[in-house]
């Protein structure tokens, strides 16, 4: 039996980081929207959508919250249980960084210019 699921390692420039959970990057680059017509007529329209990667990290004295917080050209690695790897380039922080200091972790999400499956 393959191994699909469980350990997994991150890297923002090479610098390894450590996941307690939560990683998700996306599977497809479109998205597919439904169109209704009040005459019961279905369409569709396909928009693009950012490629990202997000996942829950643990925070060690030595985290590199100014890289993350400020870079815009950040190359972020995910290699995942599964044994795939995706990459996302050119990337930078999504949203809110808020440091969950009871739990030692910070949720984070990274969006980029270009995201894929290597």
Request: glycine share 12%; with cysteine.
């Amino acid at each position: 039996m393959a191994r699909i699921g469980g350990t997994c390692y991150f890297k923002i420039d090479g610098q390894q980081l450590s996941l307690t959970g939560g990683i998700g990057v996306p599977m497809n680059r479109t998205v597919n929207d439904d169109i209704i017509g009040l005459d019961g007529s279905v369409d569709r329209k396909e928009t693009h959508r950012a490629p990202y990667v997000k996942g829950t990290f643990k925070v060690p004295k030595n985290f590199p919250v100014s890289k993350i917080t400020s870079s815009d050209e950040m190359t972020i690695t995910a290699e995942l249980a599964n044994g795939q790897v995706y990459v996302l380039s050119s990337a930078w922080l999504h949203g809110e960084a808020n440091h969950n200091a009871e739990e030692g972790t910070v949720d984070l999400e990274f969006h980029g210019e270009e995201g894929d499956y290597q």
